[in-house]
């Protein structure tokens, strides 16, 4: 078996879950075969004293047939 990875940054402004939600959604619309998504970095902007926006620069895994 080989494994792939590729990195997407992502982003959401519920949380860096949905970021990462995200990643897997737009990833799995041309990769087959997701095995696993790691978040290694993570920020947010912040708006009047509130965090608006999430991002997770995310490392997708998957099987190369």
Do not use: L
Request: aromatic share 6%.
């Amino acid at each position: 078996m080989v494994i792939k990875v590729i990195e997407i940054m992502a982003s959401s402004e519920k949380s860096w879950e949905d970021a990462a939600q995200n990643a897997v959604n737009e990833a799995s619309k041309s990769i087959r075969g997701i095995k696993s998504v790691y978040m290694n970095e993570m920020s947010a902007t912040v708006v009047d004293g509130k965090m608006a926006n999430f991002r997770a620069n995310c490392k997708i895994s998957f099987e190369v047939k």
